[in-house]
Nanobody
Framework: QVQLVESGGGLVQAGGSRRLSCVFS????????VGWFRQAPGNEREFVAA???????NYADSVKGRFIISRENHKNTVYLQMTNLKPEDTAIYYC?????????????????WGQGTQVTVSS
């Protein structure tokens, strides 16, 4: 099993920045891709970004140029650096992981999920 714990959420003003962290533990050798998804109240969970261990990245159009996904191997941590935040970025952000190498945009493709961290962007 793999455990994932997200952190870094909070309240931020529009135009501001925030960095989310996702620490993974357990059978980490089985992970090849980590992503970020988000879910706002009343909405479906949506893809934000993904990174595989070949350093291929994938971003949703809505965050391209504003968000960057990266990782620190020795810390078993993946980050989501968010800049120029907008009120529509308000959501619970989740960090899923998967054993495949493809940076999926589909939530069902990910096997392991964290509990999420809330990001609220005020206008």
């Amino acid at each position: 099993q793999v455990q994932l714990v997200e952190s870094g959420g909070g309240l931020v003003q529009a135009g501001g920045s925030r960095r989310l962290s996702c620490v993974f533990s357990g059978r980490t050798f089985s992970i090849n891709t980590v992503g970020w998804f988000r879910q706002a109240p009343g909405n479906e969970r949506e893809f934000v970004a993904a990174l595989n261990w070949l350093n291929n990245t994938n971003y949703a159009d809505s965050v391209k140029g504003r968000f960057i996904i990266s990782r620190e191997n020795h810390k078993n941590t993946v980050y989501l650096q968010m800049t120029n935040l907008k009120p529509e970025d308000t959501a619970i952000y989740y960090c899923p992981a998967d054993r495949t190498l493809y940076p999926h945009e589909i939530a069902s493709a990910y096997e392991y999920w964290g509990q999420g961290t809330q990001v609220t962007v005020s206008s």
